[in-house]
């Protein structure tokens, strides 16, 4: 498998689940995603949400995707808060995957982060042996 494949695999999904970290306790949350040839992930929330405060604080984070059948990426890396004139680039991208959310920039608090790889884990149990590879970044 080669990181087009990845990309190919990541890009299925439109939904992720996300992991923080908030005074050394795990928190998850269900996020809309997009994905970019470097295997960054995009999303938008809140300045209001859980998510979003873990984040600031601490840029560690990790998601899932992909679990309708028994092939999932694992994902770890640092979420980075986008700014102009970076957000314009990444803010396409996001809306390119989520048409609609370009109706989210009208709300006072939305916020928009982009996760970059340090570790990705694809595995494949629906075949025998499984199939896993590690990336590293």
């Avoid at 080669?2 to 999904?13: I, K, P, S, V």
């Avoid at 873990?54 to 092939?71: D, F, K, P």
């Avoid at 986008?82 to 989210?104: C, M, N, T, V």
């Avoid at 884990?121 to 970044?137: A, G, M, V, W, Y």
Wanted: glycine residues 6%; hydrophobic residues 40%.
């Amino acid at each position: 498998m080669t990181e087009a494949d990845l990309y190919a695999f990541m890009t299925q999904f439109r939904l992720g689940v996300l992991g923080s970290v908030h005074d050394g306790a795990p928190q998850a949350a269900l996020v809309g995603i997009a994905v970019t040839r470097e295997l960054e992930i995009v999303f938008d929330t809140v300045s209001t949400s859980r998510k979003y405060r873990n984040l600031c604080v601490r840029s560690a984070c990790s998601l899932v995707l992909g679990w309708t059948g028994e092939q999932t990426v694992q994902y770890e890396g640092r979420a980075e808060q986008l700014e102009l004139p970076e957000l314009e680039r990444y803010r396409q991208i996001y809306f390119k995957a989520w048409p609609d959310g370009r109706g989210h920039m009208s709300w006072p608090d939305i916020a928009y982060f982009v996760v970059r790889p340090a570790w990705i884990r694809f595995s494949d149990f629906e075949q025998s042996p499984p199939f896993i590879q590690e990336f590293t970044f």
